[in-house]
């Protein structure tokens, strides 16, 4: 079965600085896709990025990068920059191709100290 | 920009009764999702629904049960609450598998 592995409960970043969350996951397929969501303190969860596994190329969106290691399984997320906005609870996520069931790691809470 | 719509954002019920959570959605989404979050656990989905009328169980069904009779409306219902279901439920819809989740904002039930 595939699981999703967020080693990291929680991290301190300082306002400008650049911060990495970890995430691992383990499956036996090769389509499929990543995801990263954000869950301020407002608790609507929002997309931060998403990864298709057949591309090599790291996805990035503005601030927020990914490190796609595909043989290593690995998926982390940089936010340069940080900014007090992006103190949330960051989620990993991962979907089979063709499927409809996301399996979620147990979360990274993020703070952003001034 | 996709509306996900949860009808409360803190409930609070008694054992045995029977609760019922709602969802809309906006965009005319043919899939939506029910999800329980829970601290440490991340999130676990217990229905989805890939069409009207249709249904399918997720990881934690057992004590809940759904309901899609419209496209826009995805209804989570607690047949029998039990304090074990104190938690934050969230819903969620897409349009489509290649298309991401739109969650609400979540409703956070206490079973007392």
């Known amino acids: 079965a595939q699981t999703v592995t967020q080693s990291q409960p929680e991290m301190s970043v300082q306002e400008a600085e650049t911060v990495t969350l970890s995430c691992t996951y383990d499956t036996s397929e090769s389509d499929y896709y990543l995801f990263w969501y954000k869950q301020p303190p407002s608790r609507q969860m929002i997309l931060v990025i998403r990864q298709e596994a057949y591309k090599q190329q790291n996805a990035t969106e503005n601030r927020f990068s990914v490190n796609f290691q595909k043989a290593a399984k690995s998926f982390s997320l940089k936010i340069s920059d940080s900014q007090l906005g992006d103190a949330a609870m960051y989620f990993c996520?991962?979907?089979?191709?063709?499927?409809?069931?996301?399996?979620f790691g147990t979360g990274t809470r993020l703070k952003v100290l001034a | 920009d996709v509306k996900v719509t949860q009808s409360s954002r803190y409930l609070v019920k008694r054992t045995g009764e029977k609760v019922f959570l709602e969802c809309v959605q906006d965009?005319?989404?043919?899939?939506m999702f029910w999800y329980r979050q829970d601290p440490g656990l991340g999130l676990r989905l217990i229905y989805f629904s890939y069409d009207v009328k249709m249904k399918e169980k997720g990881d934690i069904p057992e004590g809940y049960s759904v309901s899609r009779e419209k496209k826009e409306r995805f209804s989570l219902i607690l047949e029998s609450a039990s304090t074990n279901q104190t938690s934050m439920y969230l819903c969620?819809?897409?349009?489509?598998?290649?298309?991401?989740?739109?969650f609400g904002d979540g409703t956070r039930l206490s079973i007392l």
């Open positions: 965009m005319d989404h043919e899939n």
């Open positions: 996520a991962y979907r089979e191709e063709g499927t409809y069931k996301y399996i």
């Open positions: 969620a819809s897409r349009q489509g598998t290649s298309q991401p989740q739109h």
